[in-house]
Structures are given as structure tokens and as C-alpha cells.
């Protein structure tokens, strides 16, 4: 066997040992995850990042929402607002609700996506525990379907078939959660730094946010 033979067989071999040290708990996205929430313009390198996590059907992250929009417009694409979607398990819908939004964002767009999450925290109270405890699964799939076609136009015979087949990307964006330390919703990082807001002691307000950010930013900027 020659001396070339050898080498490239001993460098497939390292390789192979090299990828097999390299076995992250999820699937590593081929991009950064999450829904960037865009007004408009273009962001670029020396933009703030603000990541927020949020669940379907929870009333706190529906606070968060609403307050971070106005937020994100007072700063315009200076501030990249990107949402991460984390079902709890004590929202026993919200895994259902979840697979739909990934769904809308595929086939739909990522904005319609968003206006289906909002959709899921005006028709909460439809979709409680209690609410649903006697339906079957395909009934809570029907009622999650007609909110969907209301919220973004898509076809019901389309969104219930095909509603199971992003299980995957629910499941992954669970793990991606638990993995930067998410402890419930809505929950915040900002440059990737998690700020560990607990969302059952305070709701953080507008004038919070921009206390906290504007500090951030050119301070010859004209802010509100």
C-alpha cells in the first residue's frame, strides 16, 4: 500500500472519530432560528438583537408582544427583533398550535406566521385545558384550522393533514429553548445575553424596554 494510500485512509479515519466528538442535543440549523419581526429597511452587523421567546395561548407573552412592537417601531432597524417559539407543556394546545405556526411560516410567510400567533392568544380561552378536555384531538385540530384560515387565508384542507407533519420543528424549537435556558414565557436575551426576566414577577413595559436599550444606541439619535 502506498505512502499516499496510508495517509488519506488515516485522515477519512480522523475525520470520522473528529465528527463523531461533535453530537449537539438538536439538530443544528442550517440558519440562525427564529422569526425576524421586519418593518422594514435593512438590518445589518451594528444592529441590537432582542430575542424573545414566546408560547401560544399565553396570556404574558401576548403582553410582551404588543409592547415589544411599539418598541421595535421606536427603533426601527436599528433593533432586530426575533421570536423563538418554546410550547409548554402545561398548555397542553400549545404543541398543536405550534406545529401550525411553523406550518403558516413554510407555506404562508413569516409574517402571516406571526399574525396566526397573535390569532392564538386572542381565542386563548377557547383553547384552555379545561375548555378542550372533552374533545378529541381531530376536533382540536378543526377549531385550530378555522383560526388559521381566519388569521392568514390558508386552506383548511391543506393546514389539517398536514398540521402533524411539523412535529420535528416543534420539537426542535422546544430543545433549542431548553438549550439557551428558557424557563418559561415570555423570556428575553438581548446580544444573546439572557437578561432572566421572570415573567410571573413583572411585566416589562415600554418605558422599561427603552430605559434599558436606548443606552445602546448613537446617543445623538433624536429617540422618543
Request: aromatic letters at 16%.
Given at each position: 500500500?502506498s505512502s499516499?494510500?496510508?495517509?488519506l ?5 480522523f475525520l ?6 461533535i453530537n449537539?442535543?438538536?439538530?443544528v440549523?442550517y440558519?440562525e432560528?427564529g422569526?425576524?419581526?421586519e418593518l422594514?429597511?435593512?438590518f445589518d452587523?451594528?444592529s441590537v438583537?432582542?430575542?424573545?421567546v414566546?408560547n401560544?395561548?399565553c396570556p ?12 421595535s417601531a421606536n427603533?426601527?432597524?436599528?433593533l432586530?427583533l426575533?421570536?423563538?417559539i418554546f410550547p409548554?407543556?402545561?398548555?397542553i394546545n ?5 406545529q ?6 413554510e407555506?404562508?410567510?413569516q409574517?402571516?406566521s406571526?399574525?396566526y400567533?397573535e390569532?392564538?392568544?386572542?381565542q386563548a380561552?377557547?383553547f384552555s ?10 376536533q ?6 378555522d383560526?388559521?384560515?381566519e388569521a392568514?387565508?390558508?386552506?383548511k384542507d391543506?393546514f389539517?393533514p398536514?398540521l402533524?407533519s411539523?412535529?420535528?420543528?416543534t ?7 431548553v438549550?439557551r435556558?428558557?424557563a418559561g414565557t ?6 444573546g445575553?439572557d437578561?432572566?426576566?421572570n415573567s410571573?414577577d ?5 418605558d422599561d ?13 433624536n429617540r422618543?
Amino acid at each position: 500500500m502506498s505512502s499516499a494510500v496510508v495517509f488519506l485512509l488515516s485522515f477519512l479515519t480522523f475525520l470520522g472519530v473528529a465528527a463523531s466528538n461533535i453530537n449537539p442535543p438538536i439538530p443544528v440549523p442550517y440558519v440562525e432560528p427564529g422569526v425576524l419581526y421586519e418593518l422594514g429597511g435593512t438590518f445589518d452587523e451594528s444592529s441590537v438583537t432582542l430575542e424573545t421567546v414566546f408560547n401560544p395561548f399565553c396570556p404574558d407573552s401576548e403582553w410582551a408582544w404588543y409592547v415589544l412592537k411599539d418598541v421595535s417601531a421606536n427603533y426601527g432597524t436599528d433593533l432586530a427583533l426575533v421570536i423563538h417559539i418554546f410550547p409548554m407543556p402545561y398548555l397542553i394546545n400549545s404543541y398543536m398550535a405550534s406545529q401550525g405556526f411553523y406550518l403558516i411560516e413554510e407555506h404562508v410567510s413569516q409574517a402571516a406566521s406571526l399574525e396566526y400567533l397573535e390569532a392564538t392568544w386572542r381565542q386563548a380561552s377557547n383553547f384552555s385545558n379545561s375548555n378542550t378536555a372533552d374533545m378529541t384531538t381531530f376536533q382540536i385540530y378543526d377549531a385550530l384550522a378555522d383560526l388559521a384560515v381566519e388569521a392568514t387565508g390558508i386552506d383548511k384542507d391543506f393546514f389539517i393533514p398536514n398540521l402533524p407533519s411539523y412535529s420535528g420543528d416543534t420539537v426542535r424549537a422546544w430543545k433549542y429553548a431548553v438549550t439557551r435556558k428558557s424557563a418559561g414565557t415570555p423570556w428575553f436575551y438581548v446580544n444573546g445575553v439572557d437578561l432572566t426576566v421572570n415573567s410571573n414577577d413583572v411585566r416589562l413595559t415600554y418605558d422599561d424596554w427603552i430605559e434599558f436599550l436606548d443606552p445602546f444606541f448613537d446617543d445623538t439619535k433624536n429617540r422618543s
